[in-house]
């Protein structure tokens, strides 16, 4: 690893400033715009919006089904990338090509299709009902469209760093009798976890804000299948800008500090 | 080489073959049920404004829910003319955004509503639950599809008519409370615009009865066909007004003060009403509406003037936070 | 099929023999979550547009509302790919290269985008620029539109996708460390050419990488946009506002005809992508037997 300063190296000061400016322009001086707005607020206000039962409601739901999507695709996404990257199998080529779909696929084009799918009417979601159970407008529906949408995070942030663990290590790990498990767990599992980490909280971070998917497969019901994201803009549409603000400035944060958290842990994990 | 010169030469042709404005342009910022009726109302305007020897003019159409599209034109969508839902949304236009004087209802005939329309029920072909009134919705197992007041003007004139039903049945407010208080229990989706519940109701198959302004209800008949649904007319109902307005600011800003006017001014002429009528809308002009009779069924209408005191009560008791609304789902 | 990969290595055989059948199971794991979150909603947007034959298929595309959103949705790509393009070397560049005090909060601030919520993206826009924003009046007084306008599309366009190529490039930057460039400057090449010469060629398969995710991002995004737009239609509607639109008119046909548009683009674009991976990882290889 030669990951360290180098005198001789030029455009320390050209790159960092470029960065910092196109960031502050495009990404921080807007988003201080909505810190402002919210500053309008006194902290009795704010409270009061943030822990109105509808907001709490929404809030609860979003972090949720954003939690257990990311979840889901820590495990589903851990396996496709390790089926990915140790197997060569009929398809491989295509399945890996598709994997960054969600993210290409325009999130209303994925809201519409997946409600077509799994509404109780729908090619899966007819199989539901007759089992006695409903997908689309309950908190699953929610958590299905979240999956999809951030399927391909942990998939990609895991692919390169078990491509990079030689074969030849699980191999002699097994050789020397340890159990899949214990190869799994000894082995693997202290090398995977920061990359791991940084996928499960890129998924959890946009699965809290994602909108056009969700909209369409939640029911929208207030204090049971309303996210927060449309509480924003059923705040905006009853001109209530400084409401709208607050909740966004709460998302924010929150998911800032997750980010910023997981940053330092996967610092803490390289570290040791 | 040659691709990145190819590449800039398709973004150049691009850049300058994007939309050119016309000589003169106006935009038309209306709600969700009204494309098909504008689409050709823009139509027959032209002509008109033309055959009075003027120039073709380029009309834009923006569609959206009632309140979103408000909120746009408060936040700067040059709007030379908005045609929204209900008087609240317009209101804002004023309160907000000082775009319009604050008696802008006054300025046309009929407080500024050419056309009107109501709330009715469209239910599945044969009527399977037996639907014939208010008080059906509220029946155990009955799925009831509405959008979210929140977020759709129509909503909110399916709550009140549901409100208004229940008052003048059962006698006072705590009754009129409880009763659409149950009317939402039933409700399985809340979508957040009318016709994203016309969607869920006539392509998803959820729900067994949609609450949809009339107009709205008609084209999903006409669109599906027919054979699948049916209208209910509910004993008590109420008037729907969907007014309109020229926006002062961005006319007076663009020149197209003279254009705007006489555009709202068609929709009362006898071919804009009757077209209003073609697209299910009731027109305001007695004899066409008389024209039109078979097609829309006689209903004791109540008003929002009349019976809620205007949109400025019944907006913040109602559907603001805190209010009827609110109270309904966190009492749930 | 399986024993030309046994062959592989005589001493692990055993231990790999008792995971054909966990191997097994995987493979077909990831064929059923592939059959099942990914082609079933291609399969029923590809369906759903196709119901009624290849011609309305064509007719909704090349329908003249739906060119001028594809048209705007190219230009909103053109103009946002290549500014994050510039933007990820120079963020990939300072990350990577050097060592310095709040290093983590760049980096972390540079994925913000990625969790913040499209409403959000589309909101902060407008309270900027919006008529009751921060510039509302001045911008008003010099007749400048930016919300509502292409300007403001591009602006919640780039918002959404500032991380993609950064995020790429960074892990791959440094991995490679600072030793070639150091040996260029030795030989006496000025930091242009140095990264002309010997960067950018190392970089280039990455870097296509990013661009390519970028753009597929780009041209997709519906939230942001759909806030700052205004919807109007011919001339402020990308391509999937106008899926939106024509799927709100009772136009399903047309609606999944153009959404299959979208997904053909998208795929076409994963492909390319695909195909610039596996240039890397030949390079890589290649790397590996020096």
């Known amino acids: 690893m030669s990951r360290r300063t180098s005198p001789v190296i030029p455009g320390f000061g050209l790159t960092l400033g470029y960065t910092l400016v196109y960031l502050s322009l495009l990404v921080l001086i807007p988003l201080g715009a909505m810190f402002v707005h919210a500053a309008q607020l006194t902290w009795a206000e704010f409270w009061a919006i943030i822990s109105a039962p509808r907001v709490l409601a929404a809030l609860k739901l979003s972090f949720a089904t954003a939690f257990a999507a ?29 994997i960054d779909l969600p993210f290409a696929l325009p999130t209303a084009v994925a809201g519409i299709a997946l409600t077509a799918l799994y509404a109780p009417s729908g090619l899966v979601g007819q199989f539901a009902t007759d089992l006695g159970f409903k997908i ?11 999956t999809f949408v951030t399927l391909p995070f942990v998939v990609r942030t895991i692919q390169p760093v078990l491509a990079d663990i030689p074969r030849e290590v699980e191999e002699a790990a097994a050789c020397l009798g340890a159990k899949p498990l214990q190869v799994f767990r000894h082995v693997l599992l202290p090398a995977l976890l920061p990359a791991w980490l940084t996928g499960f909280s890129l998924a959890f971070a946009r699965g809290v804000g994602e909108y056009g998917s969700v909209i369409f ?19 905006l549409d009853q001109y209530d800008y400084t409401g709208a603000t607050a909740i966004g400035v709460l998302m924010l944060v929150v998911s800032f500090i997750l980010l910023l958290l997981i940053n330092l842990l996967q610092r803490q994990i390289a570290k040791s | 080489m040659s691709i990145r010169r190819f590449a800039l030469a398709a973004l150049a042709s691009a850049i300058f073959a994007g939309p050119v404005a016309a000589a003169e342009t106006l935009l038309n910022v209306s709600y969700d049920p009204t494309r098909e009726l504008y689409s050709e109302f823009n139509a027959a305007f032209n002509k008109h404004w033309q055959a009075q020897g003027n120039e073709a003019i380029t009309i834009q159409q923006s569609h959206g829910g009632s309140g979103k599209q408000a ?3 408060i936040d700067g969508l040059r709007a030379d003319v908005v045609t929204l839902a209900l008087a609240g949304d317009i209101d804002e236009l004023y309160k907000l955004g000082k775009l319009i004087p604050e008696n802008w209802q006054e300025r046309l005939p009929q407080s500024s509503t050419p056309y009107t329309s109501t709330i009715v029920f469209l239910v599945r ?4 639950e037996g639907i014939k009134d208010w008080d059906d919705l509220v029946k155990p197992g009955v799925e009831v599809i509405t959008p979210n007041p929140k977020t759709s003007g129509g909503a909110r004139w399916n709550f009140l008519a549901a409100w208004a039903y229940a008052q003048q049945k059962y006698g006072s407010e705590e009754k009129a409370q409880e009763f659409v208080e149950k009317l939402y229990k039933n409700v399985p989706v809340l979508d957040t615009g009318a016709r994203g519940s016309t969607i869920t109701f006539v392509n998803n198959q959820i729900g067994d009865v949609l609450l949809a302004w009339e107009n709205e209800a008609f084209l999903a008949l006409k669109e599906e066909g027919g054979d ?15 007014p309109v307005a020229v926006v002062d600011e961005n006319v007076d800003k663009k020149g197209t003060r003279k254009v705007a006017e006489a555009y709202l001014n068609y929709l009362y002429s006898d071919e804009g009403q009757r077209l209003a009528a073609k697209h299910f809308y009731r027109p305001r002009n007695q004899a066409i509406a008389g024209e039109f009779a078979k097609q829309f069924p006689e209903l004791k209408l109540v008003t929002i003037d009349k019976d809620f005191n205007g949109w400025k009560t019944a907006q ?17 | 099929m399986s024993s030309v990969t046994l062959s592989a290595s005589a001493s692990a055989n055993a231990a790999r023999r008792g995971n054909v059948l966990g191997r097994r199971l995987l493979i077909i794991s990831a064929w059923l979550v592939f059959v099942l979150f990914l082609v079933l909603p291609l399969f029923i947007v590809l369906s759903e547009a196709l119901k009624h034959g290849f011609g309305t298929f064509f007719g909704a595309i090349f329908e003249p509302d739906a060119i001028s959103a594809l048209k705007l949705t190219l230009l909103a790509v053109g103009i946002s790919v290549p500014l994050n393009l510039v933007f990820g070397v120079a963020a990939a560049w300072c990350v990577s290269k050097y060592e310095f005090r709040g290093k983590s909060i760049l980096v972390t601030l540079i994925d913000l985008p990625f969790s913040v919520s499209p409403v959000i993206a589309g909101l902060i826009y407008v309270l900027l620029f919006g008529a009751q924003g921060f510039f509302g009046p001045w911008l008003r007084e010099h007749d400048i539109q930016i919300i509502f306008a292409l300007p403001g599309i591009v602006l919640a366009t780039v918002f959404v996708t500032v991380p993609f190529v950064a995020r790429e490039l960074i892990p791959l930057m440094q991995e490679q460390g600072t030793q070639e460039e150091e040996a260029a400057r030795l030989l006496g090449a000025n930091g242009w050419q140095m990264f002309w010469h010997v960067t950018l060629p190392n970089i280039k398969w990455g870097l296509i990488y990013g661009v390519v995710l970028c753009t597929a991002r780009a041209m997709g995004e519906f939230g942001a946009v759909s806030v700052v737009s205004g919807h109007i239609r011919g001339y402020t509607n990308t391509l999937p506002l106008h899926v939106e639109i024509l799927y709100n008119e009772y136009n399903h046909v047309a609606a999944f005809s153009v959404a299959s548009l979208l997904l053909l683009l998208a795929v076409f674009i994963l492909l390319l992508k695909q195909w610039s ?9 290649s790397a590996g037997e020096e």
């Open chain 2, 228 to 242: 699948n649904f049916e209208i209910v007319a509910p004993s008590l109902s109420i008037l729907a007004e969907p």
């Open chain 2, 125 to 128: 072909k044969g009527n399977p």
């Open chain 3, 277 to 285: 991976e596996s240039r890397i990882n030949r390079l890589k290889a």
């Open chain 1, 136 to 146: 689309a407008y309950t908190p699953i529906g929610i958590t299905l469209a979240l």
């Open chain 2, 316 to 332: 913040p008791k109602f559907f603001n936070d805190g209010g009827v609304f609110d109270q309904i789902y966190q009492a749930q």
């Open chain 2, 71 to 73: 909120r746009a034109v």
């Open chain 1, 217 to 235: 497969i939640a029911g929208n019901m207030p204090m049971k299948t309303e996210i927060l994201p449309l509480l924003i803009m059923v705040k």
């Open chain 1, 70 to 98: 990311a979840v889901i695709n820590g495990i589903i996404g851990t396996l496709l990338a390790w089926t990915l990257v140790r197997y060569t199998f009929p398809g491989r080529k295509v399945i890996e090509a598709m």
